[in-house]
């Protein structure tokens, strides 16, 4: 499995000209082959039915904006997927596996299929609120988008910490210093606590990984 998840990021990388011998692309693939093993193993041992094939992904659209993120396929399968200003950004391994064990963090903990859950709760919620004050179709639709969009936020940050924390710990178990890899915070924008923001502010992240550290003794 860790040969064909290398050979999907070849094909990714090859379609924008990447070599083998690209630093990068070959921090990448080492990182990768380090993090996803654990990663499988946490999630098979957290969710023994749920699908823990993780494949990570390269999108060197040149036009993408730095970023990493979690989806799944059309058959369920974990995909985590970076984009080539994101490897970019990162300024050694660490920093890159700890991104890595976040996104897969989403997974393991069921990120995904709570936040649509949600979504669907506060659609339904404010959708049927507005249809017995009489709402139109209309009202009563952009109602239930709204519904959902503050549902799907609604617990989006607890998510975001959830997920620093086991990515703590699998960064470690993959080889990796948390201690070093969580000084990413400190050089992306700060997005502060906005209301129905996504993320939390980069102190209460820093906060949350560092309190993790303790707790298991990592480094």
């Known amino acids: 499995m860790r040969r064909f998840l290398i050979l ?17 692309y070959r921090a990448f693939v080492a990182v990768a082959q380090d993090v996803e093993p654990v990663a499988e193993a946490e999630c098979r041992k957290r969710n023994p039915n749920r699908n823990c094939d993780f494949e990570l992904q390269l999108d060197m659209d ?14 369920g399968r974990p995909l985590v997927i970076f984009t080539a200003s994101m490897l970019e950004s990162f300024r050694n391994p660490d920093e890159m596996a700890f991104v890595m064990s976040h ?6 903990l069921g990120h995904l299929d709570q936040q649509r ?3 669907v709760q ?3 919620f404010l959708g049927e609120l507005v249809s ?15 519904g959902a969009v503050v549902g799907a936020r609604s617990y989006s940050k607890a ?20 201690s070093i890899g969580v000084q990413f915070f400190d050089a992306i924008p700060d997005p502060g606590d906005a209301f129905l923001g996504t993320h939390p502010a980069n102190p209460d992240r820093i906060l949350v990984v560092k309190k993790t550290i303790r707790k298991y003794g990592l480094n």
Not at 12 to 21: E, F, L, M, N
């Open 117 to 119: 859950r949600n979504a």
């Open 62 to 75: 040149p036009k993408a904006p730095a970023n990493a993120f979690q989806s799944v396929d059309r058959s």
């Open 159 to 178: 998510f975001e910490l959830e997920a620093d924390a086991l990515g703590t710990v699998i960064t470690h178990l993959a080889g990796y210093r948390p």
């Open 122 to 124: 506060g659609a339904v």
């Open 103 to 108: 996104e897969v963090a989403h997974h393991i």
């Open 8 to 24: 999907i990021v070849l094909w990714v990388a090859g379609c924008a000209g990447i070599t083998a011998d690209d630093p990068t």
């Open 132 to 146: 017995l004050e009489g709402g139109t179709p209309e009202e009563i639709a952009n109602a239930q988008y709204v």
